[in-house]
T-cell receptor
Framework: AQSVAQPEDQVNVAEGNPLTVKCTYS??????LFWYVQYPNRGLQFLLK??????LVKGSYGFEAEFNKSQTSFHLKKPSALVSDSALYFC????????????FGKGTRLSVIA | GAGVSQTPSNKVTEKGKYVELRCDPI?????LYWYRQSLGQGPEFLIY????????DSGLPNDRFFAVRPEGSVSTLKIQRTERGDSAVYLC?????????????FGEGSRLTVL
């Protein structure tokens, strides 16, 4: 079965500092990996995905994520955080070889402090 | 409309009542998904449609939950004999791709409160 772990419920970072939101996954085959962001009273918005190719994936709003197969991780990063990045972030995984639904982690709340 | 539209945005009902939640996906998207998000949790898969048929309904918690998509566009999630534990935000998403590499486009959700 597929699963995603986001070990931090909350991440606090000062504006201008780099940020990392952690994600590890478990699938029986190879993974398709996604990050979504949820702003207050808004729907989930797609940020970026890893399907194949370069392990470093760049997405919307200056975010990037690095796929690490040996550590089964897909951490979300941004070099310089903005207050407007404060939101709830969800990591999600699908098994490449099977037509299974996208499975989400429980989310990490990012708070960027001015 | 430009995005996935869900109605109602808020629904308050009493235990035991019947509820319908509607999802209007992005035009031309063949795949449609229903998820449920409880407080402090990530979205939990309920059911997936490819066209008019339910390709995977393994996430429906019990037979009180049912969903349809009769013309391959709008979908309705139906909950019978609602229970307090059904209170959650019900999310709908659509995708233009039939494979599993595509991202999902989510609506803003329908918040269901069962008193």
């Amino acid at each position: 079965a597929q699963s995603v772990a986001q070990p931090e419920d909350q991440v606090n970072v000062a504006e201008g500092n780099p940020l990392t939101v952690k994600c590890t996954y478990s699938v029986s085959g190879n993974p398709y990996l996604f990050w979504y962001v949820q702003y207050p009273n808004r729907g989930l918005q797609f940020l970026l995905k890893y399907i194949t190719g370069d392990n470093l994936v760049k997405g919307s709003y200056g975010f990037e994520a690095e796929f690490n197969k040996s550590q089964t991780s897909f951490h979300l990063k941004k070099p310089s955080a903005l207050v407007s990045d404060s939101a709830l972030y969800f990591c999600a995984v699908r098994d490449m070889g099977r037509n299974t639904p996208l499975v989400f982690g429980k989310g990490t709340r990012l708070s960027v402090i001015a | 409309g430009a995005g996935v539209s869900q109605t109602p945005s808020n629904k308050v009902t009493e235990k035991g009542k019947y509820v319908e939640l509607r999802c209007d996906p992005i035009s031309g998207h063949t795949a449609l998904y229903w998820y449920r998000q409880s407080l402090g949790q990530g979205p939990e898969f309920l059911i997936y449609f490819q066209g008019t048929g339910a390709a995977d309904d393994s996430g429906l918690p019990n037979d009180r939950f049912f969903a349809v998509r009769p013309e391959g566009s709008v979908s309705t999630l139906k909950i019978q004999r609602t229970e307090r534990g059904d209170s959650a935000v019900y999310l709908c998403a659509s995708s233009p791709e039939t494979g599993n590499t595509g991202e999902l486009f989510f609506g803003e959700g329908s918040r269901l409160t069962v008193l």
